[in-house]
């Protein structure tokens, strides 16, 4: 049997309706005429092996690694084949993700959505798996040895799903020593190092310059939000700005500053000019009475309005002038405060014109959350961390894999809705 789950952002009980059996016929004939968009990207013992991996992602399994998922659909001789299907299977990743990000758009695309970029880490134990290091993971909130996926996420009025994806390899993989082990993890030789940030960026940019999303909105977290040459070098198309955390010691200039360059009496002439004021930290304006709270609902959660106090200031960014010791101020931009019930406080900068009405960045800073509820579905209900392999194709394909199936439970949850409606 397929097992389906609800999710905070459309509450229906799922496994209650897939428990009917006329449902689950249902549901067995929907997977079959969806996985067969993938078709032609697979050979004929190969569409068996994609078929029983995205079976084994959707089952009750409580490990949905590849020998509990050939164990239960096939018997003990199909784990070895399996396995080889993920590490050597001569199947191209890309026109399969190519096939998926179209089927994402027409499921959920919508003309004010948000592509926004996150990372996650999956802990593993060892140091022969592509990738590991002993660096900070997201999850459990310390160091811990663990790989680390940068990933692209879209959320819109009609739902909300990864995009595309990457591992992202630690500098010191590519220094000599790491040879043999670059070469047991089957890592592409043309593969070149590259920071979250900058992999981030990449994403972000093709799937803008596709122009198969539909975004209004681009969203990131503080890791990247206070990297302002992330920003700078967003390729936005007219109409789609960013909303980006950032964190408490961002600074901005609340009126932009006059700008001189006193004649100096001896030596060479100033490079950088002196400022009427400096900036202000946001942490700073968010403790400034001049400036006050309003309180506003953001939207309804599972448990139901989300109410939060927010401020929403005009004002300028603040850039490094050449030398980090001299500050400049850049352009106009938003700044967007949320404080919560427990006294929380998230600070936001947007490129969004000054016209914009404040609901509009009311509504884009909740479309940041769905990327982390991507992550919620797919690590707690399709087993996206219970992969074995070691290999950079391992790990791509077992991604890949699990964003199809996610795909498939969102087009569950819309043909569940439309059911109810009648």
Known sequence: MIMMYPTMFDPIALETWCSDKENDTQLQTELESYLQHYSLCFSNPQKKAFQTVI?????????????????????????????????????????????YQRLLSEQIGSPRGMLSVDDTSFVKKGRHSVGVKRQYCGHLGKTENCQCGVFLAYAGDKGYGLVDYQLYIPQEWFSEPYADLREQCRMPEDLAFGTKN??????????LGSGQFQAQWVGCDAAYGNDHAFLDALRLPEGTWYLAATNSKERVFLTYPEMTFPEARRGRPRKHPVLSHGPSSVQDIASDPAYPWETVILGEGAKGP??????????FSCRKDLNRNYVRPGGAVWLYLRRYADGEIKYFVSDAPSDIAIWELDRAATLRWPIEQCFEECKGNLGMGHYECRSYRGWNRHMLFVMIAHLFTIRIREILKKNQSH
């Open 198 to 207: 900058k992999i981030a960026l990449r994403l972000l940019n093709q799937a």
């Open 306 to 315: 989300i109410i939060a106090e927010r401020k929403a200031i005009r004002c």
């Open 55 to 99: 079976r084994g992602l959707l089952s009750p399994l409580e490990r949905k690694s590849i020998e509990p998922i050939a164990l239960y659909f096939s018997g003990e001789e199909y784990v070895r084949p399996l396995q080889q299907f993920f590490s050597r299977s001569p199947f191209k990743e890309q026109p399969i993700l190519e096939i």
